[in-house]
């Protein structure tokens, strides 16, 4: 099951982002702040961040910043009413933004994308499909 962090500071995107996600089979987590978002992720490790830009105690850009200085290139989603307030996007690693408010279809069609182009986890070593002969005993 695909694990997915919502971080924003109104509890009713909150809530409604949590519903979604769950009632289309994720496992979700949230957080309110900066340091809430950077602590969920790194105790839950999700897949895709949805996070608002701004949030409390650092905003979402610190929480990118923050993540990527500790090696976790998880794809981030910025939700903002301000898409032109995040910079250069172009020189971000892992990024794509939604204006706010955020067609529910589009949102899922841009966690799905994300989770599509995480590099894929390594194959297990394949199980041997004809097991070596018994050994020979001497008689």
């Given at each position: 099951m695909a694990k997915i962090?919502?971080?924003d500071d109104i509890p009713a995107i909150v809530e409604f982002s949590k519903e979604f996600f769950e009632d289309a089979g994720f496992e979700v987590r949230t957080a309110?702040?900066?340091p809430g978002a950077i602590a969920a992720q790194r105790?839950?490790?999700a897949d895709v961040i949805l996070q608002d830009l701004n949030v409390p105690d650092g905003g979402g850009l610190h929480?990118?910043?923050t993540?990527?200085?500790?090696q976790?290139?998880?794809p981030i989603i910025f939700s903002t009413g301000k898409p032109e307030s995040i910079g250069n996007i172009a020189a971000m690693t892992n990024v794509s933004v939604l204006r706010k408010p955020t067609d529910p279809?589009?949102?899922m069609a841009e966690v799905r994308r994300c989770l599509a182009a995480r590099p894929a986890a390594p194959a297990e070593r394949p199980m041997n499909p004809v097991p070596p002969?018994?050994?020979k005993f001497p008689r």
């Open positions: 962090l919502v971080v309110e702040t900066a105790e839950f490790k929480v990118y910043e993540l990527r200085a500790a976790d290139m998880v279809e589009v949102l002969p018994p050994p």
